[in-house]
């Protein structure tokens, strides 16, 4: 009995358990396993899809059927974009990986973010700065549905330097997903529009608010799910501040040339900048081991942030030019009398040769 007693003590002085222990057998403790995180990131995606069906509904009830087929029908706008989205961007984050010799496995998640479609985010932003919404919302389900098949090949192109691109994994049921989340409540708010004009107004409004609420949670999410990710080199922090910065400015550089109307040129700018930040974050879970997460995970996060930052700049800029530098009312119901007419396009005039008046005539 005194030997038993000795060797239990012994025992206990060796090897403490943990208060929280599930399993402790003297010499090993099972604690139990974290799933806060899991969790919470649960609750808030089932929130923010709700949130985001709400928000999609209001946008569309900012579309005219009309118009928007005529989107579809002469797509000037939508091709400007797919060049803009699945061409340019690809091609500055790769310029952007190797100017700054960035990790191997940063330079993917850079990659990976260039290559995602447009974002749902530019939707509202293109409201709020008085864009083409037709066009905005065409080019954003064009996008993800031209995802399907224009990732895979991006990412071939540009990640053999670094990485074995069967090693990414595209997850289409996030992009399907994404598409029916974007669809079928933009096809709702169309049809309440075109039915119910009225209250397709007030619906608007609510939108907008759940709008800008989306936009800042979906901001923070970041910052609470993953805070032990922040430690990286200044050059990814560069990296993804000039990046959605050139994806803005080259948006609205080649929407100009293409001789598009100043709507289009900012709804284009905001097409481009805004990425789907929630797929690159889901590709590169599904992609890559805990010990690259470590390394490369921040990258959305830090993308996400600026490509706000800039968002706000530029309707912050509209709203400011909006109030000081309008043109004189006379004009303003010139260019009202020339969007009710049965062929023409919303948005003011862009200087010089006018591609979408040559599609209609």
């Known amino acids: 009995m005194d030997l038993y007693t000795l060797t239990t003590q012994l025992n206990q002085t060796q090897f403490s358990c943990e208060e929280n222990g599930t399993v402790c057998d003297g010499t090993s403790c099972l604690l139990p396993e974290d799933n806060f995180n899991k969790i919470l990131n649960t609750v808030l995606s089932t929130v923010i899809t709700c949130m985001l069906a709400l928000v999609m509904f209001s946008m569309g009830c900012t579309v005219d059927i009309k118009k928007f087929w005529g989107h579809i029908k002469r797509p000037w706008g939508i091709a400007v974009g797919f060049l803009c989205q699945f061409g340019i961007m690809p091609l500055t984050a790769f310029v952007l990986s190797i100017a700054f010799d960035i990790l191997p496995v940063q330079a993917v ?100 608010v759940t709008g800008a609420i989306l936009i800042v949670l979906i901001a923070v999410i970041g910052g609470v799910l993953y805070k032990g990710s922040w430690t990286i080199a200044p050059s990814l922090w560069i990296v993804g501040t000039i990046f959605p910065a050139a994806g803005y400015t080259f948006g609205f550089f080649l929407a100009y040339i293409s001789k598009q109307t100043w709507r289009r040129c900012r709804t284009v700018a905001l097409e481009t900048g805004m990425q789907n930040t929630q797929l690159c974050t889901t590709i590169v879970q599904l992609s890559f081991s805990p010990d690259d997460l470590a390394l490369m995970f921040t990258f959305p996060l830090i993308y996400s942030i600026f490509q706000l930052v800039f968002a706000f700049i530029f309707v912050g800029g509209y709203k400011v030019y909006e109030r000081c530098c309008r043109k004189e009312e006379e004009n303003e119901e010139e260019n009202i009398e020339e969007e009710n007419k049965p062929n023409a396009l919303n948005g003011e005039i862009n200087e010089g040769f006018q591609m979408e008046n040559k599609a209609s005539s």
């Open 109 to 208: 998640a850079v990659l990976i973010m260039g290559c995602c479609p447009g974002g749902t985010s530019s939707n509202i932003l293109a409201y709020w700065v008085d864009g083409d919404m037709d066009l905005s919302i065409s080019m954003t389900t064009c996008s993800t549905l031209l995802a399907l098949g224009m990732m895979p090949l991006c990412l071939f192109l540009y990640t053999k330097k670094w990485v074995d691109s069967n090693d990414i994994v595209i997850p289409y049921d996030s992009i399907g997903i994404s598409l029916v989340t974007l669809v079928v409540p933009v096809g709702i708010g169309i049809f309440v529009n075109h039915k119910w004009p009225k209250q397709a107004k007030k619906i608007l409004k609510v939108g907008s």
